[in-house]
């Protein structure tokens, strides 16, 4: 079983920046890809970004894309999103996903594990 523990939620002030980790449990982090996904209230969940099993493809919803930067760390088993310039749209639980593929996906249904999810909350 694999665990995906979410980290570096908050308030912030529209324009500022916060930076989001999750943590995997399990020895197989570096042969899949990652994910994140976001819900709002009242909102289906939604594709944020993607990464593939190295590092070496990146994919990005376009409301964040030149806003928003995902990474992994294979040998810490974690992965990141870097996210600048936050809109008040952008207030969400973010979730993030491990894939059953090494490619990453904008669809919900290529992840099979998910973490609890960590709120972000952006004022205007």
């Known amino acids: 079983q694999v665990q995906l523990v979410e980290s570096g939620g908050g308030l912030v002030q529209a324009g500022g920046s916060l930076r989001l980790s999750c943590a995997a449990s399990?020895?197989?982090?570096?042969?899949?890809?990652m994910g994140w996904f976001r819900q709002a209230p009242g909102k289906e969940r939604e594709f944020v970004a993607a990464i593939n099993w190295n590092g070496g493809t990146t994919y990005y919803a376009d409301s964040v894309k030149g806003r928003f930067t995902i990474s992994r760390d294979n040998a810490q088993n974690t992965v990141y999103v870097q996210m600048n310039s936050l809109k008040p749209e952008d207030t969400a639980v973010y979730y993030c996903?491990?894939?059953?593929?090494?490619?990453?996906?904008?669809?919900?249904?290529?992840?099979?594990?998910w973490g609890q999810g960590t709120q972000v909350t952006v004022s205007s």
């Open positions: 399990g020895r197989t982090f570096s042969n899949y890809a």
């Open positions: 996903a491990r894939s059953r593929f090494t490619g990453g996906s904008s669809q919900p249904n290529a992840y099979v594990y």
